[in-house]
């Protein structure tokens, strides 16, 4: 997978946040209340949400892009600090003064997550707003290799953006995968590839996935939904399966030991969308994103993983 014939030019249109991280120790219980003290050791913010989606192309030695928004707090500038960091262009960032950026903190004691406080504005994007995001789009589609959608429900990607995403898209022969949210799947109709975990499409389908059976169910009904050419569905312990040509397949787990699932999906995304531009086989595809996330899963936050690490650990890759 390291051997690319070409850097893979990568845009990310997604919910962009801040993971903000509390790392502690946790010795006694308050005397205030039946709750666990924790001392504070250390504090740490980094991107999360689709940002996360970025963290692991640029890992991938991606070349990647963004289309998103942000409030216009302090977090908002932390987003657009940290992407210039990584050598991110800003310029398909808009920050909208009605809504705050998206945070998520996490207490975290010993390695065990306590809590999570989540400060977010869940109301949709204005049309203005969608009409600046897809000039910028249309704009600059033609250098893109692929497109990764990055649905974390936070407002950004309404019906109406992702019916322009697409068809935009498709027109270029731009192929685009989405990670989903909800449960009306329709609204990614158009799209060429879906990937939602077990539970999402249990709910989209309303299909209780519990054997092989089922699960061809449900990814055939996601299929008809969305109207798009391939279904990857993950499983969790369980593995990947993927459906195309009305057939499935289960790629098991590749799982090392699991500490923290926390952004195991956005590495699954960006693996997948990598090996697409790459012109790996779904198949490939599959297996390279199950071994990403093995990696992931081993370490704490929301971590990353290499083609150096994915070749130490599975050096037949």
Known sequence: MNNLSHKINVLVIGDMMIDHYIYGNCNRISPEAPVQVVEV?????????????????????????????????????????QLS?????????????????????????????????????LSNITADLEKELLKFLQDEIDQFDIVLVSDYNKGLLTPAFLKEIFRICREKGIKTLVDPKGTDFSKYKGVNVIKPNKKEAALATGIAIKDRESLQEACAVLKELTGCDQVIITLSEEGIAYYTEKKLNLIPTKALGVIDVTGAGDTVLAALGVSLASNKSLQEACEFANHAAAIVVSKVGSAVASFEEIDQRFPKV
Do not use: P, W
């Open 41 to 81: 050791q250390k504090e740490e913010y980094t991107l999360g949400g689709a940002g996360n989606v970025l963290k692991n192309l640029i890992a991938f030695d991606c070349k990647v892009s963004v289309i998103s928004i942000t409030g216009t707090d302090e977090y908002g500038q932390m987003v657009l600090e």
């Open 85 to 121: 960091s990584c050598g991110v262009s800003t310029d398909g960032i808009l920050q909208d003064s009605s809504r705050c950026t998206t945070v998520k903190s996490r207490v975290l004691a010993s390695n065990h997550h306590l809590i999570r406080l989540d400060r977010e504005n």
